[in-house]
């Protein structure tokens, strides 16, 4: 899951990307909403995190862009505004949900989740596939009722895999999920090495992980 988090107080951004990437979500921050508008050009998201008031413009004008043009990005605006007037004109203008600064961590992260959710159509935290069940919340997944050790990385691309079963994803989404644009370093291949320790720990089951070559990867379950 890629978040884009658009919040010009760097401790309080920073501090939100660290708690998400430990959950598995990789973090870009913007600023401003020119960087911001930099990144959306070049990158899609699973969800954003924008705060109201930044230093370029209010971060409302940045949503009505984003809606204007068709963008459906799940958008939770961050605000220290108490007046509900100006939550019900967030709404009105295409936010999925908003947040009142101060705020906690985990609240954030579980309205992400359900943001996120309810963009996939998805009515249950849990995906299935055969005898493979995968917790986005927790981050984890069973294998025939038993735990299956992963790592964040590894738990991540799994999801990525399971919320499209059946569709074929390209390396380079499977990156763009895994990675932020801080993580510049680490090259495409990375994700043939976490696909391999994937299919090595579901080796010994009926789920298997299809190359495509020059297309990308599938998850399937054995008939």
């Known amino acids: 899951m890629r978040i884009l988090i658009v919040e010009d107080a760097a401790d309080v951004a920073e501090a939100v990307a660290i708690r998400l990437g430990k959950t598995g979500m990789a973090c870009d921050l913007a600023d401003s909403c020119a960087v911001a508008e930099d990144f959306l050009a070049v990158q899609r998201y699973d969800a954003i995190v924008l705060d109201i008031n930044l230093p370029d413009r209010n971060g409302t004008e940045l949503l009505h862009d984003m809606r204007m043009r068709g963008d459906r990005t799940p958008v939770l605006m961050l605000t220290a505004l108490f007046s509900v007037d100006d939550r019900v004109s967030a709404l009105d203008l295409g936010a999925d949900d908003y947040l009142v600064k101060p705020f906690d ?16 159509e998805q009515k249950s935290d849990a ?69 391999a320790r994937l299919r090595k720990k579901l080796s010994a089951s009926s789920i298997g992980i299809e190359t495509q070559r020059g297309i990308g990867y599938r998850i399937f379950a054995y008939e």
Request: without cysteine.
């Open 127 to 195: 995906v299935t596939l055969g005898p493979l069940a995968f917790s986005p919340a927790a981050l984890s997944a069973t294998l025939n009722g038993a735990p299956l050790d992963l790592t964040r990385r590894e738990a991540t691309l799994l999801g990525l895999l399971l919320r499209s079963q059946g569709a074929v994803l390209s390396k380079q989404r499977l990156y763009d999920g895994l990675f932020a644009f801080d993580d510049a370093d680490v090259g495409l291949n990375a994700i043939e090495l976490y696909i």
């Open 105 to 120: 961590q985990r609240e954030l992260e579980a309205r992400l989740r359900a943001l996120v959710r309810r963009e996939a």
